[in-house]
Structures are given as C-alpha cells and as structure tokens.
T-cell receptor
Framework: NAGVTQTPKFQVLKTGQSMTLQCAQD?????MYWYRQDPGMGLRLIYY???????DKGEVPNGYNVSRLNKREFSLRLESAAPSQTSVYFC??????????FGSGTQLSVL | LAKTTQPISMDSYEGQEVNITCSHN???????ITWYQQFPSQGPRFIIQ???TKVTNEVASLFIPADRKSSTLSLPRVSLSDTAVYYC???????????FGGGTRVLVKP
C-alpha cells in the first residue's frame, strides 16, 4: 500500500516562479488536506477538501490555490512563489474519525 | 473547533513513563481526541484516538476524564527512538478544518 504519495520530494524555485505540488492517495478517502510546516514549528492548514468537488480555506490560504482533480488527487499550486513560502508541505487524507494519513512531504525552497 | 494547549517540551530518560497532557476546554460533543507523533523530516503518524475514558494500544494509552476538557497521552517505558514531537488534535471526523496546535517536543535521554 502506497498510502499518500507526494511529488516532488524537493524543489527549489526563484521568487515569482510557479509550481504545482501533487498529492495522491490510494485509500479511497473522501477528505484531503494540505499543511505547511516551517522549521521548528507546528503544522498549519492551508486548504482542505471534504469530498471530491469541494475545497475550503484553512488557516493560511493566501498565495495558494488547490484543485481536487478527482477522489484520489489533490494538488496545491503556488502561482508566484515568495521566500515566505519556503517550507515543508504535507498532504494528508482521512475517511472518518479524524485519523489523518500523511505523505512524506515536499521540501520547498524559494530563493 | 476546540483549541488545544500542550507543554512546549519535556525531557525524560530511557525506561521511564512519559505523560503529556493536552487541554481542550471547549471540546464539542462530537469531537474525538487524537494524538500524533512526528519525527524530523517525516509526516505525523497516528498514535492513538479516543472519545472518553481510557484507550490503550500497543504503543500508548490515552486517558480522558469525564468532562473531556483535557486528555493525557501516556508512553510507557520510553526509549531513545521515542524522541519526537507529539501533537494533540481535537475535532470532528474527516472533512473538517483540522488544525494542529504547537505540539510537545519530547527528548528521551540515555
């Protein structure tokens, strides 16, 4: 079982560049989430999707867009990257009872 | 959503029991209490979940008093590999705005 797969694992961008972080889960979960974690800090929710076709803002949505492409995939897009978006990004999925399954993360550096 | 408060850090020694308490004064009726463990450079990993009283699995125990305004994660006989950050998460089921608190950094010393 792959669980939650994130690509890429590492990425370096220049300020102003755009990119999309990909996330896919094979557990048939309805809900998916994007979090960011800055060095030495806790996780902050960027966006989440309760089910296919719906997305909602989390705590820190500015500068990001998301797409719930289908039940398996939930992508996060940075339209114009800024140094403040340097962070580790985690995707997670869940079915019931608040048990989240996390991917291994994408380490993003914006220069 | 219920806000959680945990100690920032705790130190312990191998073989000891570690107890981490999380406060969640405004927990809602339908909220579960879930604990996660995170190692450096990894995503958080589910440890244990409960609604009330006591829950035990092969890794930890979770104690929840009757008023549910707090919970305590108990790690028996910790080892060096239990050094990690532990997060308490309170909320209702999937599909909701699940936000993490700051977590508790546990350092296990030899």
């Amino acid at each position: 079982n792959a669980g939650v797969t994130q690509t890429p694992k590492f990425q370096v961008l220049k300020t102003g560049q755009s990119m999309t972080l990909q996330c896919a889960q094979d557990m048939n979960h309805n809900s998916m989430y994007w979090y960011r974690q800055d060095p030495g800090m806790g996780l902050r929710l960027i966006y989440y999707s309760a089910s296919e076709g719906t997305t909602d803002k989390g705590e820190v949505p500015n500068g990001y867009n998301v797409s719930r492409l289908n039940k398996r995939e939930f992508s996060l897009r940075l339209e114009s990257a800024a140094p403040s978006q340097t962070s580790v990004y985690f995707c997670a999925s869940s079915e019931t009872g608040e048990k989240l399954f996390f991917g291994s993360g994408t380490q993003l550096s914006v220069l | 959503l219920a806000k959680t408060t945990q100690p920032i850090s705790m130190d312990s020694y191998e073989g000891q029991e570690v107890n981490i308490t999380c406060s969640h004064n405004n927990i809602a009726t339908n909220d579960y209490i879930t604990w996660y463990q995170q190692f450096p450079s990894q995503g958080p990993r589910f440890i244990i979940q409960g609604y009330k009283t006591k829950v035990t699995n092969e890794v930890a125990s979770l104690f929840i008093p009757a008023d549910r305004k707090s919970s305590t994660l108990s790690l028996p006989r910790v080892s060096l590999s239990d050094t990690a950050v532990y997060y308490c998460l309170v909320g209702e089921a999937a599909g909701n705005k699940l936000t993490f608190g700051g977590g508790t950094r546990v350092l296990v010393k030899p």
